[in-house]
């Protein structure tokens, strides 16, 4: 269990790596969220994201979404229960919002 936790931390910072957007059109920030099937979750993130794209959260499916987002961008952040931003389950944080546990995700666009 530990070994699958420790893989899925390092392919998270390998994907907040290569998924750092080169577009002066970026939300400036650190975006926060956490993974995983246990309470605790593994944390995760995005840094600067690039705005007005619809970016499918690294690590959740549809099982077992991302949870517990934190916005500290500049942008407001909407999230999307369901994958590609679809469905009517979203919510929308702005600026330095954080929301609990209970808020589960699998895609965010930025402003």
Known sequence: MR????VLAVASAAAL???VPMS???????????????SAGTPAGMYDP????????????????AFAPENFTTSTATV??????NGDVYFVMN?????????K????VFS
Do not use: M, Q, W
């Not at 070994?3 to 420790?6: G, I, M, S, V």
């Not at 999307?80 to 931003?85: H, I, M, P, R």
């Not at 600026?95 to 808020?103: A, E, T």
């Not at 995700?105 to 965010?108: G, I, N, Q, Y």
């Open 50 to 65: 690039e705005s007005g794209k619809c970016i499918d959260v690294f690590g959740a499916t549809e099982a077992d979404p």
């Open 17 to 19: 790596v290569l998924a």
């Open 105 to 108: 995700f699998r895609s965010v």
């Open 80 to 85: 999307f229960l369901e994958a590609e931003c």
């Open 3 to 6: 070994l699958r936790n420790a």
């Open 24 to 38: 002066a059109d970026a939300a400036t920030g650190d975006f926060l969220y956490k993974v995983g099937k246990h």
């Open 95 to 103: 600026p330095g919002k954080r929301l609990g546990d209970r808020l």
